[in-house]
């Protein structure tokens, strides 16, 4: 197949497209997507591969953590973004080898080749060498991460609800979120909204005065990257929601039940049933596999540094875009973040360039343009800076909804997440408080309580705490008993922690 234009062997969309160039796009977020739009009138064919079948608006992940929107809100089958344009063919996959020297990638399995390649797949989350804390304190990257953080959130409450030790009612109570940046202020009034309503209005053995979250990071304020009157005014609105906030503050040491945290007044031991991690981002490992055989540099956190067309030095048919590239070319020299609006630029222009290559037209020239960065705090409440324009409070939450809407593909997306961001305004309910998924969803397929209908019938039932849980529960039974605790972590095994890697 080497040297041959690849499209599964089926006959091209057009009969024109039959010879025309082969663009390959892996990676269908915001980049991947933008790219393909902007080569929808271009003599090229496309192929868009991705491991997923949607694209997701990770933004808004946080409220399917918390039950405000569903996963449906937040993800769009990536066929009914692209898939309809003449161009282009989705292709389900995972790219496992890039071969440069003969223009080719490898998924499924299959050889690739392509005339050129566009490389984004975005990022993952890193515990900074700490993996094992990954399967009791669960990121908030993929739509499983936001259903299981739903999932120890609710159980937590269920459990507190038929407790009859009001001290073990407040440690089921209790949430640490470790990271201060969007993700974990964002998270936090989330997760503050959701209790306190929950308890107040669902729960009858529950008091909401007595929940606790903990806000951990190892800055001196939280939403570093925005100016400071900005980042006051979002922690005044975190302060009055009952949310605490633990700065200069670094995780030591977690297990189920317990986190320690380091500061410079000592190490605090904060007892909490859920944690959840929101403090540390890499890039995707294809970064890595580029780098090896193409001897491109990447930063620390696995980014490939690019050209300022977005290319890989001394391969200008391979670019690379999103989270998975650290492009520096700028006119503060400051990379691009790691955001939605950038990645769109991105896959905008690199679509737009790779279309004048190809009918030998004038190439444009990347600007980025910075709109400025938000976070929404509550239900009613955000703060926003916009190119030195800055907003707090109700303005602020009204601009960010704006925003939000403009971003996320597709009009039902749309109109769904604005019906019920104004049903919640007006009433505080929400759609999606639904306990899903098994007790063993993070332990091995083969175990006496796998999945249903795997083993049907055997092991504890599915109203019954999950692996997380139940140690946490184990460890503050201990503690409160003074019999010493030997088991340390729960089951972290490979494939025991598959599911939210």
């Known amino acids: 197949m080497a040297g041959e234009h690849f499209f599964l062997e089926l006959e091209p969309p057009e009969e024109r497209l039959r010879r025309a160039p082969h663009v390959v796009i892996v990676g269908g977020g915001f980049a991947g997507i933008h790219a393909c739009k902007a080569l929808k009138d271009a003599d090229v064919r496309i192929t868009l591969i991705d491991k997923r079948n949607f694209n997701l608006f990770q933004p808004l992940l946080y409220q399917v953590s918390t039950g405000l929107v ?3 809100d937040v993800a769009t089958p990536l066929r009914e973004l692209v898939g ?6 989705v292709l389900l996959g995972e790219v496992t080898h890039i071969q440069p020297e003969g223009k080719q990638i490898i998924f499924n399995g299959k050889a690739c080749s392509y005339d050129h390649l566009v490389l984004a797949t975005g990022s993952g989350s890193t515990f900074f060498g700490h993996e094992e804390w990954r399967t009791f304190a669960p990121p908030m990257k993929i739509l499983e991460h936001a259903e299981e953080i739903r999932r120890r959130l609710l159980m937590a409450m269920e459990q507190a609800e038929q407790t009859p030790d009001p001290e073990a009612r407040e440690f089921l109570q209790t949430v640490v979120i470790v990271g201060a940046g969007p993700s ?6 989330a997760v503050s909204e959701l209790m306190r309503w929950a308890m ?3 729960f009858k053995q529950l008091d909401p005065d007595k929940t606790r979250i903990v806000l951990v990071d190892p800055g001196e304020r939280v939403l570093r990257a925005m100016p400071e009157m900005i980042s006051a005014a979002a922690l005044q609105s975190l302060t009055d929601d009952g949310i605490e906030f633990l700065s200069k503050g670094r995780v030591q040491t977690m297990r189920p039940g317990e986190v320690i945290v380091g500061t410079p007044d000592g190490d605090v031991r904060i007892q909490a049933a859920t944690v959840i991690w929101t403090a540390g981002v890499r890039a995707s490992q294809l970064g890595k596999k580029l780098a090896a055989v193409t001897d491109c540099e990447t930063d620390r956190g696995g980014r490939v540094i690019v ?5 890989v030095p001394g391969h200008p048919d391979i670019r690379v ?3 998975l590239c650290n492009y520096s070319h700028t006119s503060n020299g400051h990379p691009l973040p790691g955001m939605a609006a950038p990645a769109k630029q991105a896959g905008t222009f690199i679509g737009k ?6 009918a030998d037209q004038q190439r444009p020239t990347f600007r980025y343009f910075d709109f400025g960065s938000m976070a929404v705090l509550d239900r009613s409440s955000a703060v926003a800076d916009l190119r030195g324009l800055k907003f707090t409070g109700g303005i602020g939450w009204i601009l960010w909804a704006f925003v939000h809407l403009v971003l996320i593909p597709g009009l039902e997306n749309r109109i769904s997440l604005s019906i019920k961001w104004i049903f919640a305004l007006l009433t505080q309910q929400r759609a999606a ?3 899903t998924g098994m007790p063993s969803q993070h332990m091995a397929l083969d175990a006496a309580d796998a999945h249903f209908p795997m083993q049907a019938g055997e092991g504890p039932s599915i109203a019954s705490p999950d692996a997380a849980l139940k140690a946490a529960m184990d460890y503050y039974s201990h503690q409160l008993s003074g019999i010493p605790q030997t088991q340390e972590l729960i089951d972290t095994s490979d494939e025991s922690a598959a599911a939210i890697r």
């Open 84 to 89: 309809t344009q003449r161009n282009v063919q």
């Open 307 to 311: 050209e300022p067309d977005f290319s």
């Open 433 to 435: 408080m639904l306990l």
């Open 184 to 189: 974990g202020c964002e998270m936090a009034g």
């Open 353 to 358: 360039d790779i279309a004048a290559i190809i």
């Open 200 to 202: 107040k209005n669902a």
């Open 70 to 72: 569903s996963r449906g």
């Open 321 to 323: 875009a999103g989270d």
